[in-house]
């Protein structure tokens, strides 16, 4: 099995859903952020690092390792170098798997399966649709962090790399939950109950 770290991308304003997503919850009250770091952590992912908007105080959740932008209004590319840069300072991973913090439905077997691919990266599939988790292997992440690679999104990124697909039977990976309807929507489409 493959050696690989996880990156959360929680650092935004969450304008849509009228606050930080870190903190959304879903209806058993646990936020967001705790449930990415779960599924994370029970895929095998370490270390795991969470980008999250500046001035936060660390959330102190086992296995995490936080890193607050620097300033608000980053976009999504100079969120990722962030979040990356500070994955880079742990040794000893390969892959790093990197879920959006409103995608907080995605199976932990289904992180395991993208990080055990040989691919540079990997993006899963689902019905015809991408989503996330992506995976990156350490070589695309190094040449990010020294410039070699600098692209507006991390779309451009995937595809200058020749990004393999995967399909997969986990509707997670396309459930954005960036509003609360959308939370809801994802919820009722796969079934999932909260007592």
């Not at 895929?43 to 932008?69: K, M």
């Amino acid at each position: 099995m493959t050696h690989f770290a996880g990156l959360i991308l929680a650092g935004g304003e969450g304008r849509r859903w009228g606050g930080p997503k870190a903190w959304a919850e879903l209806p058993d009250g646990t936020s967001f952020l705790e449930r990415c770091v779960g599924i994370l952590g029970d895929a095998g992912a370490v270390p795991i690092v969470a980008t999250l908007p500046p001035n936060t105080v660390d959330p102190q959740l086992e296995g995490l390792v936080t890193a607050p932008l620097p300033e608000p209004g980053l976009d999504m590319f100079a969120s990722l170098v962030a979040g990356l840069s500070r994955l880079a300072d742990y040794p000893n991973w390969e892959v790093v798997s990197i879920l959006p913090v409103d995608h907080p439905l995605v199976s932990a077997q289904t992180v395991i399966a993208l990080s055990n691919t040989t691919a540079r990266a990997t993006i899963p599939k689902f019905k015809g649709k991408h989503g996330h988790p992506v995976c990156l292997r350490r070589s695309v992440i190094d040449q990010i962090l020294d410039g070699r690679m600098s692209w507006p999104t991390l779309r451009e990124v995937m595809r200058s790399v020749d990004a393999v697909d995967m399909p997969v039977e986990d509707a997670g990976v396309v459930s954005n939950c960036n509003t609360p309807e959308a939370l809801a929507g994802a919820l009722k489409n796969l079934g999932v109950h909260f007592p």
